[in-house]
């Protein structure tokens, strides 16, 4: 069993920065890979962005490329998701998400474990 809590969100500028954090806590995190969603309302829950189990491969969708960046610390146990240049576009909550796949899983049906959220406001 994996336990996963998500932080970081808020209100924030257009043109400003954030990160997201998500603890886990449960059976051992390194051997899990992770992953981004977020969803606004009205909409489907999209994929945002993916790590695997050692970090050494990441993948993103096109929507954030450039302006995301997806970290895992196993000593930790923490994912993180790094935001520069948010636009109101990006405005959701966003979930992480764990499962015991190979590489870096796109879709939310990879995933095992999910957090609760966190909300993301940008502002313009």
């Known amino acids: 069993q994996v336990q996963l809590v998500e932080s970081g969100g808020g209100l924030v500028q257009a043109g400003g920065s954030l990160r997201l954090s998500c603890a886990a806590s449960?059976?051992?995190?390194?051997?899990?890979?992770m992953g981004w969603f977020r969803q606004a309302p009205g909409k489907e829950r999209e994929f945002v962005a993916a790590i695997n189990w050692s970090g050494r491969s990441t993948y993103y969708a096109d929507s954030v490329k450039g302006r995301v960046t997806i970290s895992r610390d196993n000593a930790k146990n923490t994912l993180y998701l790094q935001m520069n240049n948010p636009e109101p576009e990006d405005t959701a909550v966003y979930y992480c998400?764990?499962?015991?796949?190979?590489?870096?899983?796109?879709?939310?049906?990879?995933?095992?474990?999910w957090g609760q959220g966190t909300q993301v406001t940008v502002s313009s």
């Open positions: 449960g059976r051992t995190f390194s051997n899990y890979a």
């Open positions: 998400a764990a499962g015991n796949v190979p590489g870096t899983a796109v879709t939310t049906t990879a995933y095992r474990y």
